[in-house]
């Protein structure tokens, strides 16, 4: 089946700087993408997503890329915010979804 | 608002007790999805229901139940059969059985006394 790892498992930037998590993916067959913020004490809120017939997609402040070739996908957030605090999921769709152990991120003011 | 509501927030069973959590949804949205969540680890399934009166065990079914009486509601009943029971449960939802969760409920924290 299908296993999702996720790097780093914690991260730590300075408010105004990039932050990237990526996820490698085993299951060649993966066709959907998303990924996840969990703020402390909610559930998970999807804030992008990507399908498999495209490369990038950007909304705003973060952007998803996707290397199928390579079975990897990338979420990166530009000029981070104290509120981007939280830990983000990535997960791997094929027929099941499957979750990364997740990346929590402290954006220090 | 449209959203995904679980109660309690925090739960605590004894030993041999069953205990079950509450998910209600109004997105009017037709699957229903529980995971657990553990420290360290990704959600993992537990049950989902794509339709009402409809429902298929996920990874981790042993020791749960559920039950799909209305479109609305999607309980989970952790049962004395499931060992470890300690852990953060995961209502979600997605507006149809495609089993990709759209939208996530706040959780529900079990704690063994």
């Known amino acids: 089946g299908e296993n999702v790892e996720q790097h780093p498992s914690t991260l730590s930037v300075q408010e105004g700087d990039s932050a990237v998590i990526k996820c490698t993916y085993s299951?060649?067959?993966?066709?959907?993408f998303p990924w996840y913020k969990q703020e402390l004490g909610k559930g998970p809120q999807l804030i992008i997503d990507?399908?498999?017939?495209?490369g990038e997609k950007k909304d705003q402040r973060i952007a998803v890329t996707l290397n199928k070739t390579a079975k990897h996908f990338s979420l990166h957030i530009t000029e981070t915010q104290p509120e981007d605090s939280a830990v983000y999921f990535c997960?791997?769709?094929?027929?099941?979804?499957?979750f990364g152990a997740g990346t929590r991120l402290t954006v220090k003011p | 608002d449209g959203g995904i509501t679980q109660s309690p927030k925090y739960l605590f069973r004894k030993e041999g007790q069953n205990v079950t959590l509450s998910c209600e949804q109004n997105?009017?949205?037709?699957?229903m999805y529980w995971y657990r969540q553990d420290p360290g680890q990704g959600l993992r399934l537990i049950y989902y229901?794509?339709?009402?009166?409809?429902?298929q065990k996920g990874d981790i079914a042993e020791g749960y139940s559920v039950s799909r009486e209305k479109k609305e509601s999607f309980p989970l009943t952790v049962t004395s059969a499931q060992k470890n029971p300690t852990a953060f449960y995961l209502c979600?939802?997605?507006?149809?059985?495609?089993?990709?969760?759209?939208?996530f409920g706040d959780g529900t924290r079990l704690s063994i006394l």
């Open positions: 979600a939802s997605s507006r149809t059985g495609d089993r990709q969760p759209q939208h």
């Open positions: 299951d060649s067959a993966s066709n959907y």
């Open positions: 990507i399908r498999s017939n495209v």
């Open positions: 997960a791997a769709f094929n027929n099941d979804m499957r």
């Open positions: 997105l009017n949205h037709d699957a």
């Open positions: 229901s794509q339709i009402v009166n409809d429902f």
